[in-house]
């Protein structure tokens, strides 16, 4: 797969690059039946996947805002060009064993992935520039301005790493027929994954004395998860089912690739401010010599860090109104612990401080001092297993299953979900990632509300009409108008949450990107969205043995403008005559400016929301 300029779909045409893919795979599977009662299903697999990025521009990356908001993203991708190839070897086995009114189930499942990583996240160059003026001079100096730059150490891999990773997982699991109306299943399941250890440890005395450690990465050997379901059937018109269960995610190889070489040894990422940036477009082809130089930040994993685990628990009825029509309620809940997260610790104990607003009032903040703890380094990022989620979801639905010509189905789900910002992973300081960081990395409680993903009323109505009604007609009747078939999916979805931003480090914790007004985190919502898509089709015979569909189907047919963003920068933190002000983004001369202005809507080809296609489907 060749993905012209699909390495980024933001910025200018010199930001992206093109995407080449090339996968291969070898499966292989045994099935064996040994006995009427004994069953045994073997595979292998070896895959090798090579995913290299390439560069459109050599110049390095240019982020220009105006106002808070951002202008123009030109140049040199900050993470291309990159590769990742991996090599996997994989083996499972499954057993199954029929004894009375149990069904035993008992695997095994082998992993391992031999993995290259090259990633040159700010190797290119970064400005930052807060004003086109500022541009236009070329040098980064003012305020919330900076060129930022990594620089691969001497007699290292530099940003190329083999976060290797090797997994293993068994399960057991029983299906028992206790009698007629009720089946019970219970499992047990265990899944371990590790990784190849970083090879550098950062030799900093501060960094041992608190017992942080480049080089390890803790492997989380207790992911033992139970699981119990059942369904039983009281009555020939009802089904009850429920059950619970644990569950264990993967932590991305990404981050330990990251881990691997953000030790400041590997590569040393600087940021430039003030005096020490150069001017625009150059870039420093070593690291910078001084009797004061920058900081480097480094990534690593805590020493407690585990696999994400999540609770998961559902429980449902469904009923039977008549012999063509049935309702169903269901009640879902997840609760997702030690999911991953990263959190520059590397900050002093934040005080209140009230900061002015243009045009009147203040806003109370807790602001970060500029001195940090560990003196030698600028941020220091640790992966950390401390953010929570948690959802509730109930879903009532009416069906009626295919009997004659038609069937149809409509539900409604209310949902809620909460987190404490939950994925929030960075790989590449001070790029785009830095936004998904938390508002305060001393208080994670500062953030809980609704998460990213948050909808909470969803309604469907999807169907199926066959509308073969005149195959008795006459032949002329019936080739205009039989075997013609309709179905669609119409969806209705309540808007996802946004916070109140505010641009430029607000909080002084050295990230410019994750500030939001205290307490707003996703306090907003977009508007509703709306779709319909539909498809129609029909059926033609080409003699005994063939046929011919042809088909039409719209997606979105309504046409609908559905806003995915609005503009969620609320202030603009910036010096007003030598005073560092909250700038109020309402009220602009360009409306299309203002907090809460509709900046993206779900586009397709040709500008437009609507997807029409042809196809047609021959069967011999």
């Known amino acids: 797969f060749t993905g012209a300029n699909n390495e980024s779909t933001s910025g200018s045409l010199d930001h992206s690059g093109d995407s080449l893919v090339r996968t291969r795979t070898f499966n292989a599977a045994l099935s064996s039946v040994m006995s009427p009662t004994l069953y045994n299903e073997f595979r292998a697999q070896f895959a090798r996947d090579q995913e290299p990025g390439l560069a459109n521009s050599e110049d390095p990356e240019v982020t220009a805002r105006q106002g808070g908001q951002t202008i123009l993203v030109f140049g040199r991708n900050f993470f291309s060009p990159r590769e990742t190839t991996i090599k996997r070897w994989q083996v499972a086995d499954t057993v ?38 500022s541009l236009g001079r070329g040098i980064p100096d003012g305020a919330g301005e900076s060129f930022q730059q990594a620089f691969a150490g001497l007699n290292t891999t530099g940003p190329t790493t083999t976060p290797n990773i090797t997994e293993f997982a068994a399960f057991l699991q029983d299906e028992w027929r206790l009698n007629k109306t009720l089946t019970m299943t219970f499992g047990l399941r265990y899944d371990i994954q590790s990784f190849e250890q970083p090879p550098v440890q950062n030799p900093d005395a501060q960094l041992a004395a608190a017992g942080i450690d480049t080089s390890f990465m803790n492997t989380d050997k207790n992911n033992v998860g139970p699981r119990v379901g059942f369904a039983w059937n009281p009555s020939p018109k009802t089904v009850v089912r429920g059950g619970y269960g644990i569950f264990y995610g993967r932590t991305p190889s990404i981050m330990v690739g990251t881990a691997h070489s953000g030790n400041a040894i590997n590569v040393q990422t600087i940021t430039f401010t003030g005096s020490q940036v150069p001017t625009y477009p150059a870039t420093f082809t070593t690291l910078p010599a001084g009797a004061n130089p920058p900081k480097p930040s480094i990534s690593v994993f805590a020493n407690d860090f585990e696999n994400p685990m999540v609770h998961q628990a559902s429980a449902g009825v469904e009923y039977g109104l008549t012999d063509s029509l049935a309702f169903a309620a269901s009640y879902l809940f997840v609760k997702g612990t030690d999911l991953p997260r990263s959190n520059d610790f590397n900050v002093g104990d934040p005080v209140a401080t009230p900061v002015p607003i243009q045009g009147g009032g203040t806003l109370t903040v807790q602001r970060f001092p500029s001195v940090r703890p560990f003196a030698n380094f600028d941020r220091i990022v640790r992966y950390e297993s401390t953010a929570e989620s948690r959802y509730n979801g109930v879903t009532l639905e009416l069906r009626r299953p295919f009997r004659g010509r038609f069937q149809a189905s409509i539900a409604y ?31 994670f409680e500062a953030d809980r509300a609704a998460g990213n993903a948050d909808a909470r009323h969803r309604a469907v109505f999807s169907g199926l009409w066959d509308m073969s009604y005149f195959g008795g007609s006459s032949a002329v009747v019936k080739a205009l108008l039989n075997d013609w078939s309709v179905s669609w999916i119409a969806a209705v979805q309540s808007g996802q949450p946004y916070s109140e931003r505010v641009t430029n480090d607000l909080n002084n914790d050295g990230n410019r990107s994750n500030d939001i007004v205290p307490g707003s985190r996703n306090s907003h919502r977009l508007p509703t969205s709306y779709n319909v898509d539909a498809r129609l089709s029909r059926k033609l015979r080409l003699g005994k043995q063939a046929g011919l569909e042809l088909i039409a189907e719209a997606f979105n047919l309504l046409n609908t403008t559905n806003i995915t963003a609005q503009r969620d920068t ?14 109020p983004q309402q009220n602009l001369s360009n409306p299309r400016l203002n907090f809460g202005a509709d900046s993206s809507a779900q586009v397709n080809f040709a500008d437009t929301q609507r997807i029409v296609q042809l196809a047609a489907k021959l069967t011999f």
Do not use: C, E, M
């Not at 609320?570 to 700038?583: C, D, H, I, K, R």
């Open 96 to 133: 199954t064993l029929i004894r009375g009114a149990h069904a035993w189930k008992v695997g095994a499942d082998f992993n391992h992935d031999d993995i290259l990583n090259f990633f040159p996240g700010n190797f290119g160059g970064r400005y930052t520039f807060n004003s086109l003026a």
């Open 413 to 443: 789900t209310l949902g809620k979900v909460t987190d404490t910002v939950p994925d929030a992973v960075n790989v590449v300081l001070g790029g785009g990632d830095d936004a998904r960081f938390q508002s305060n990395p001393k208080d």
């Open 570 to 583: 609320l202030y603009n933190f910036a010096t007003v005559s030598g005073v560092p002000t909250l700038v």
